[in-house]
């Protein structure tokens, strides 16, 4: 079955660093494009970044642009997330997330907390 596994949050000073990374089993990875969204409290999920199956192109959402770098290693089933200046406002859980035959499917999410 579908699987994907987050990792890599936690709690973190305002402008500093994180990768999160996303560990995909049960389907043709590759073969499909991938994406990073988060949900705040009391918030929508959001799309956060996404990237084709081959990784050639990427799209971000504009509070995010510049500071978050999306990534994939098909070899190896995994899709990060690199987030550099991070701000209050990044606090939120962060789920990856692909579509098959018209179902999205996510993982448990991850915990990021933007705090000094």
């Known amino acids: 079955q579908v699987q994907l596994v987050e990792s890599g949050g936690g709690l973190v000073q305002p402008g500093r660093s994180l990768r999160l990374s996303c560990a995909a089993s049960g389907f043709t990875f590759r073969r499909y494009a991938m994406r990073w969204y988060r949900q705040a409290p009391g918030k929508e999920r959001d799309l956060v970044a996404d990237?084709?199956?081959?990784?050639?192109?990427?799209n971000y959402a504009d509070s995010v642009k510049g500071r978050f770098t999306i990534s994939r290693d098909n070899a190896k089933n995994t899709v990060s997330l690199q987030m550099n200046s991070l701000k209050p406002d990044d606090t939120a859980v962060y789920y990856c997330s692909v579509i098959l035959g018209g179902n999205n499917y996510w993982g448990q999410g991850t915990q990021v907390t933007v705090s000094s």
């Open positions: 990237i084709t199956a081959g990784g050639g192109s990427t």
